[in-house]
């Protein structure tokens, strides 16, 4: 490959990563009613658009398609290259029991004991 582009093509190659980035993300952050695409999510934070997205701060809820995953106090880390990285100051990770479409009465165990032989 070539160790030099010229600077448009390079600038025409980085935005259309990101474009292509944006188009496959599921993941996104709501911001009260409002949604934004996850470009990357690790376990410390996340990573968005800086160029698209205003500046982000407080509480977040991060989705993964239509599922809550988690909902996170954010810090602003840094921004490199068109990119700002949040991370999360406290994560709460959301868990979803399975929807059952029946009520179920009976009692249920908290333990058993050993029977005697």
């Known amino acids: ?12 190659l980085d935005a259309a990563t990101k474009r292509a980035q944006r ?8 911001v009260g009613d409002v949604a934004y695409p996850i ?12 160029t698209r997205i205003p500046p982000l701060r407080g ?5 993964d398609g239509p599922r809550h ?4 106090l954010i810090i602003a880390a840094s921004e490199d290259g068109g ?6 100051k406290s ?3 959301i868990g979803q029991p399975p929807i ?11 333990g058993y004991l050993p029977s005697p032989v």
């Open 100 to 110: 059952r479409d029946y009520v179920d009465d009976r009692p249920t165990n908290a």
């Open 83 to 88: 990119e700002m990285t949040y991370e999360f």
């Open 1 to 12: 490959m070539f160790a030099f582009l010229p600077e448009d093509i390079q600038r025409g």
């Open 39 to 50: 470009l990357r999510l690790s376990a410390t934070g996340f990573a968005v658009d800086a």
């Open 59 to 63: 509480f977040v809820d991060v989705f």
């Open 23 to 30: 188009k496959s993300a599921r993941l996104s952050v709501h």
């Open 91 to 93: 994560e709460t990770l």
């Open 69 to 72: 995953i988690s909902r996170a």
